[in-house]
């Protein structure tokens, strides 16, 4: 699988937007980008995922570059049960997700 | 639905003893995953199912790992004998139709440590 690669954290105020971004330059055509989060002792949690085109639902958007080599995932207001790792996958044909290290987002109150 | 369920959601257990972890995916989903993560290396998947039918092993660490579906609705993820190294959380996760376009649900994961 083509791999992605996420900052290890980032911080965010409660209530403001956060952009967690993720580079994927050697995406396939065929290559999903799927976003998971996984709070503190939960198992991973399924956020949104993507194609080519933006992609809007009641969590969050995932906006993707046009040459789909960097995605974009939009929190766009913080609250502090946002604060988790948040893993951008690419899924390919394979079927199967393989997750990377993620980003640990702070929020802070 | 009440999710994919996984017990026990704590075992604590003696090097060399067998240990059996168990999942319950959502209904109607036909294809179950089982991941493990560490600190070291994170989320890794150990092996997936398809109807029932074993898939892709290739996740698994050693013989010593071995995963059964009897049928759609109970899956066991095995380690006998279990060494301290196996230590981890275990995720299982379900999914309907296991394709690019579908989102994986996850249970909430036994942690498991071997002392």
């Known amino acids: 699988d083509a791999k992605t690669t996420q900052p290890n954290s980032m911080e965010s105020n409660e209530e403001e937007p956060v952009h967690l971004p993720c580079n994927h330059s050697t995406i396939s055509g065929t290559d999903y980008i799927h976003w998971y989060r996984q709070l503190p002792s939960q198992g991973p949690e399924y956020v949104i995922h993507g194609l080519t085109s933006n992609v809007n639902n009641r969590m969050a958007s995932l906006a993707i570059a046009e040459d789909r080599k960097s995605s974009t995932l939009i929190l766009h207001r913080a609250t502090l049960r946002d604060a988790a790792v948040y893993y951008c996958?690419?899924?390919?044909?394979?079927?199967?997700?393989?997750f990377g290290s993620g980003t640990q987002l702070t929020v802070l109150p | 639905d009440a999710g994919v369920i996984q017990s026990p959601r704590h075992e604590v257990t003696e090097m060399g003893q067998e240990v059996t972890l168990r999942c319950k995916p959502i209904?109607?989903?036909?294809?179950l995953f089982w991941y493990r993560q560490t600190m070291m290396r994170g989320l890794e998947l150990l092996i997936y199912f398809n109807n029932n039918v074993p898939i892709d092993d290739s996740g698994m660490p050693e013989d010593r790992f071995s995963a059964k579906m009897p049928n759609a609705s109970f899956s066991t993820l095995k380690i006998q004998p279990s060494e301290p190294r196996d230590s981890a959380v275990y995720f299982c996760?379900?999914?309907?139709?296991?394709?690019?376009?579908?989102?994986?649900?996850f249970g909430s994961g036994t942690q498991l440590s071997v002392l």
């Open positions: 209904s109607g989903h036909d294809y």
């Open positions: 996958i690419l899924l390919s044909s394979a079927r199967q997700l393989t």
């Open positions: 996760a379900s999914s309907l139709v296991g394709g690019q376009n579908e989102k994986l649900f």
